[in-house]
């Protein structure tokens, strides 16, 4: 697996899009959301259906279309820097082929920030752009708006990259080790739901996988984990960090099986627990596309270069 082409960092004054690609945003969520943004000398605007609701699909923020104009529109304006996702939910996949993947490619890299559902952006941007994205906190998530921790570390990614080269987690070994390779991943089920789709790479071989859910019961777990063993796309992984289970069975299920699916995918293959991406408290930006260094018994992560440039 190589390694992607690394966007600009944000300076002060740079304008961010927030867009929603997902699920319907909370207006006062949003609107905590781009004062904090402010607050980092950032100029945000926001996509203008990003509070829309869809008619018939509560669960979507808006129909398929306007939300992919809405990122594509921001991707290709050339006075925004960056474009954040408001939320996640459900609603990407819905959108993704409607995208003009040439003309994004045109506007030239910039930084994509979401977690969650926005998974299928992270493996479009890497398979169709070939571009460093960042997994990490969303401009109207709750877990943003009201944790300290995820904010700066979100904030020290975007504006100064080579403070955050070494992520330290405090998270512990599942199976010991250390590995190298290029970071991907994201939750879990996104990436099982993305097995064959032409905006997805075709498996993890030579990559440190990152994996992450939420509100799932273990045998729900099983089955994305099986799933990717059976097509063969876990083949050739170096090694494994796990992130939040966060409204799923009680962890001790979860980490047997955790054990039980990915502890044997090889010699060398070391897997970490509790890293603390994901859907979680005070949650780590995990760039995605880098080149790094994986020691499970040290719980940490780190870049071979920073993630921005």
Not at 48 to 65: C, I, K, M, Q, S
Not at 156 to 166: H, I, K, N, Q, Y
Request: proline share 6%; charged share 20%.
């Amino acid at each position: 697996m190589k390694e992607l082409v690394r966007p600009s960092r944000l300076a002060p004054g740079a304008r961010v899009a927030v867009v929603a690609t997902s699920g319907p945003v909370p207006e006062e969520r949003l609107q905590a959301g781009l004062d904090v943004l402010r607050g980092w000398d950032l100029d945000p605007v926001v996509g203008p259906h990003v509070l829309d609701r869809h008619g018939e699909f509560g669960y979507l923020a808006g129909t398929d279309a306007d939300r992919a104009a809405d990122l594509q529109n921001a991707w290709c304006d050339p006075s925004v820097d960056a474009v954040l996702c408001a939320r996640g939910g459900y609603g990407v996949m819905r959108m993704v082929e409607l995208l003009d993947w040439n003309a994004l490619r045109a506007a030239g890299p910039k930084v994509l920030v979401g977690f969650s559902d926005v998974t299928a952006l992270h493996e479009a941007f890497a398979a169709r752009l070939g571009l460093v994205t960042l997994y990490g906190p969303m401009a109207a998530g709750i877990d943003f708006i009201k944790n300290a921790r995820a904010q700066e570390h979100l904030r020290s990614t975007l504006f100064a990259p080579e403070t955050v080269r070494t992520i330290h987690s405090g998270g512990r070994a599942l199976v010991p080790g250390r590995a190298r390779g290029v970071t991907l991943g994201g939750c879990l089920c996104l990436l099982a739901s993305e097995l064959g789709s032409p905006c997805a790479r075709p498996g993890a071989r030579g990559g440190l996988l990152c994996l992450e859910d939420v509100g799932e019961e273990t045998y729900r777990l099983d089955r994305y984990l099986t799933q990717l063993l059976r097509a063969n796309w876990l083949d050739g992984v170096r090694g494994v960090l796990l992130g939040s289970w966060d409204r799923c069975e009680p962890y001790e299920r979860v980490r047997a099986l955790l054990l039980d699916r990915l502890g044997g995918l090889g010699l060398g293959v070391p897997v970490v627990e509790e890293f603390g991406f994901g859907h979680c408290e005070g949650a780590l930006t995990i760039p995605f596309g880098v080149a790094a260094e994986l020691d499970a018994d040290a719980g940490t992560l780190t870049l071979a270069e920073p993630a921005l440039h």
